[in-house]
């Protein structure tokens, strides 16, 4: 069940990564309630949903999880009595 929930996020991720940098490469105008929105929130859009996507995508696996998967182990090493 979670796999294919990380897998419907990466979808739509990637689908509104796909439509920020379509919208960037053609240059498309756009305008919410007669106000005109500038092409640099495509350029935010576009990072962020890369960003989570890929995030999702690896499963939250960052530096973070590494360093504390490492801090773990060192404790463990420490309680351990010496042979």
Do not use: N
Not at 56 to 81: C, I, L, M, N
């Amino acid at each position: 069940m979670l796999r294919s929930c990380v897998a419907i996020s990466v979808i739509i991720f990637a689908l509104v990564a796909i439509g920020h940098l379509v919208r960037i490469v053609q240059d498309w105008p756009l305008q919410l309630a007669g106000v005109a929105i500038a092409m640099s929130v495509s350029w935010i859009g576009l990072v962020v949903s890369v960003a989570l996507g890929e995030r999702f995508y690896y499963g939250g696996e960052g530096r973070s999880h590494v360093a504390e998967k490492e801090t773990a182990e060192a404790q463990e090493r420490r309680a351990e009595p010496d042979a």
